[in-house]
């Protein structure tokens, strides 16, 4: 059974830090991003990163303040947030897919969703 659980989410507030977890089990994923959703907004993506070498992808709004990292040993991807700001608020989604090549940050190129981990920074 293919399972993604985040973890880390919670309360900051404006220029603090956290970090996210996102424990993957079933299988091993060579590609893993980050997505995140406020309300009626679309969905968008934050970080990807490939399971051994390759690009990542940042969105601009995160560049310079996030970092995205991988444990392959573990199954495990991460997102640190540093210097969160009230905007970063959001649902944040892990996924994941088999893919090599390709976009890493279109969301219908993910086949494996987590089910969310609330992120509140307050300013």
């Known amino acids: 059974q293919v399972q993604l659980v985040e973890s880390g989410g919670g309360l900051v507030q404006a220029g603090g830090s956290l970090r996210l977890s996102c424990a993957a089990s079933?299988?091993?994923?060579?590609?893993m991003g980050w997505f995140r959703q406020v309300p009626e907004k679309e969905r968008e993506s934050v970080a990807a990163?490939?399971?051994?070498?390759?690009?990542?992808y940042y969105a601009d709004s995160v560049k310079g303040r996030f970092t995205i990292s991988r444990d392959n040993a573990k199954n495990t991807l991460y997102l640190q947030m540093n210097s969160l700001k009230p905007e970063d608020t959001a649902v944040y989604y892990c996924?994941?897919?088999?893919?090599?090549?390709?976009?890493?940050?279109?969301?219908?190129?993910?086949?494996?969703w987590g089910q969310g981990t609330q992120v509140t920074v307050s300013s």
């Open positions: 996924a994941a897919n088999m893919r090599t090549s390709g976009s890493l940050y279109m969301e219908n190129l993910y086949h494996y």
């Open positions: 079933g299988r091993t994923f060579y590609t």
């Open positions: 990163i490939r399971r051994i070498g390759g690009p990542t």
